[in-house]
């Protein structure tokens, strides 16, 4: 084989060996691009991504919450569940409820273990974004103040870590956490405060609006 033609032979190996590196690159760049809140900002909970995949070193105890959020939710919408209302205790509805209450408040004491050993912004994003959306179809049913609150201890510890805060979330870090949307409170209707021992000064966690109320509709039947 002449020079000219060895040379000829180098030059289009290199031209593929570059080309593959450079294909290789753009996709590596572009699957970091769609598992990246702060890249593009949205405001979306994204469920193309596999969590667990990504961060592989992450308690998988988030996650694990995080898809079982998920799933409730995923049944309210399917089943047209108005989760405003207050149901009879141990109905299909009352145990949607019941999971999303007690899921949000796991999720949040998931989210201090995990942000603060690895300090990942998706889990801050991830994390407010699917307490909005519990938030929003719990719509004005009396606990949606308590979800509120859970999503300021977020934001509140966010900041003080220096974690990356999505744009929409920001304003809660002006917002003091009164005392109704106690992030640590469990209830499932305004009664079961009322009821409480008198020890556990309950009645500061009932809404203003419903306090001196009738509360026939919030009945544990």
Known sequence: MGLE????????????????FNANAAVHNNDTTKTTYEDKNSGQIKDDVNWKKTYPNTSTHYWDLRDSLKKSLQEAY?????????YPARSEEDQVQANLR?????LVTAV?????????NDVISDSLLILEEVKKVFGNHPFH?????????????????????????????????LPWENPNVNYRTIDDLVNAPKD????????PEYKNQDRGNNSNK
């Open 5 to 20: 033609n060895l040379t000829k032979v180098l030059a289009t190996g290199l031209i593929t060996i570059t080309t593959l």
């Open 78 to 86: 399917a089943k047209k569940y108005d989760l405003s209302k207050i």
């Open 102 to 106: 007690l899921g949000t408040r796991s």
């Open 112 to 120: 201090h273990g995990d942000v603060n050993f690895f300090g990942f």
């Open 145 to 177: 103040y308590v979800l509120l609150g859970r999503q300021k201890e977020i934001v509140r510890f966010a900041n003080k870590n220096k974690i990356t805060i999505l744009q929409e979330f920001k304003g809660l870090l002006n917002s003091e956490i």
């Open 200 to 207: 556990r000064n309950a009645d500061q966690y009932i809404p």
